[in-house]
């Protein structure tokens, strides 16, 4: 193999000697690299919770699946990715508060008439006292 070229032209003088433990040396350096690069993926994954990460990553990719418009992307343009992701957010927080503002008015609205209501009962109830006492006296 291609790697293993590279390895006897490094090692050419100790090839020289003695071909077959050349291979056997490289053979054993391989497996082991290749079993330390596992156990480096291993400890990452589980130091980040990569297998969690991966898991929602691959859930995000399967809704995404029947969707007709493409994801968002960024511009490159830091200010234009802001707004894209923003304008939309506050437009539908103003009209969320504009419809909150709109029912405390009206609530207001009603309790106003009803403490004029009360207020013109009281002015009634106090002409008919005065009225009686008037009549009594």
């Known amino acids: 193999s291609c790697s293993y070229q590279r390895f006897v032209s490094c090692y050419r003088c100790f090839y020289k000697l003695q071909p077959q433990l050349t291979r056997s040396i490289y053979d054993q350096f391989i497996s082991q690299l290749q079993a330390s690069i596992k156990e480096e993926i291993q ?23 029947d969707r007709k418009e493409p994801a968002w992307r960024p511009s490159g343009i830091p200010e234009q990715d802001v707004r894209s992701t923003m304008v ?6 103003r009209s969320h508060l504009r419809r909150a503002l709109r029912e405390k008015q009206e609530e207001n609205r009603k309790v106003a008439e009803s403490v004029l209501m ?7 109830l106090q002409q008919l006292i005065q009225a009686r006492q008037e009549a009594w006296q």
């Not at 400890?43 to 699946?65: H, P, R």
């Not at 009360?118 to 009634?124: L, M, Q, V």
């Open 43 to 65: 400890e990452v994954k589980n130091e980040g919770n990569l297998e969690g990460l991966f898991n929602s990553l691959d859930k995000i990719v399967e809704e995404a699946k």
């Open 88 to 93: 939309p957010y506050l437009l539908k927080h």
């Open 118 to 124: 009360g207020r013109d009962r009281i002015d009634e």
